[in-house]
Nanobody
Framework: QVQLVQSGGGLVQAGGSLRLSCVAS????????MGWFRQAPGKEREFVAA????????EYADSVKGRFSISRDNAESTVYLQTNSLKAEDTAVYYC?????????????????WGEGTLVTVSS
């Protein structure tokens, strides 16, 4: 059984920070690119960030560049999303996902396994 278990969501004031975590099990974590996506109320799911198998390459949506940072710890089978300078517009359910290969592949990034999602609520 393969799964991605997320944690770290919550309520935070605008300008604050949260670190989201996603722990993988039942798969060779180090073989795959990983990513983060989010879905705000009334909107479609959108890409946030992606990271290659080694962490050597990363990519971010324009809306979060300079504020969010994706990282991974292959020894712990964990991918993180550090969210800083949060805005009300960042309020969404955040999902981690596993890529189909070692590198992410735009435009869909080849994600084939998804976490359950964690809610981030940013208050003004």
């Amino acid at each position: 059984q393969v799964q991605l278990v997320q944690s770290g969501g919550g309520l935070v004031q605008a300008g604050g920070s949260l670190r989201l975590s996603c722990v993988a099990s039942g798969l060779k974590f180090k073989d795959y690119a990983m990513g983060w996506f989010r879905q705000a109320p009334g909107k479609e799911r959108e890409f946030v960030a992606a990271i290659s198998w080694s962490g050597g390459s990363t990519e971010y949506a324009d809306s979060v560049k300079g504020r969010f940072s994706i990282s991974r710890d292959n020894a712990e089978s964990t991918v993180y999303l550090q969210t800083n300078s949060l805005k009300a517009e960042d309020t969404a359910v955040y999902y981690c996902a596993k890529g189909g290969g070692a590198y992410y592949s735009p435009p869909y990034y080849g994600m084939d396994l998804w976490g359950e999602g964690t809610l981030v609520t940013v208050s003004s």
